[in-house]
């Protein structure tokens, strides 16, 4: 396989990483409104690092410590996230009801 076949097969990669990040980030946005509309925060550092060892495990290899810090910032973005639908929520008053 030569470069340009390897960079094509990295596309088709990326192209799925993105629609499963997109598929996350939607989730994300479920758990978000859930959370504002129960009133539970939306940092819950537990769950985090749960996410972190099921998906890293402890690997101290240099591969270990670059798929923790990538799910170090996917589980930083959902925050983002979920901040952002819980402010939503608040400035229409849906939290409430209303």
């Known amino acids: ?55 890293c495990g402890d690997r101290g290899d240099d591969f270990g410590r670059s798929i923790t810090e990538i799910f170090r910032t996917i589980l930083k973005e959902s925050r983002t996230i979920q901040i952002g639908v819980a402010q939503k929520l608040l400035r229409s008053g849906s939290e409430t009801g209303k």
């Open 1 to 55: 396989m030569n470069l340009n076949e390897m960079r094509k097969e990295i596309d088709l990669v990326d192209a799925q990483i993105v629609k499963l990040i997109d598929r996350r980030a939607q989730i994300a946005v479920r758990i978000g409104t859930l959370k504002a509309k129960a009133g539970i925060p939306v940092i819950d550092r537990s769950r985090e690092t749960e996410v972190i060892m099921r998906t």
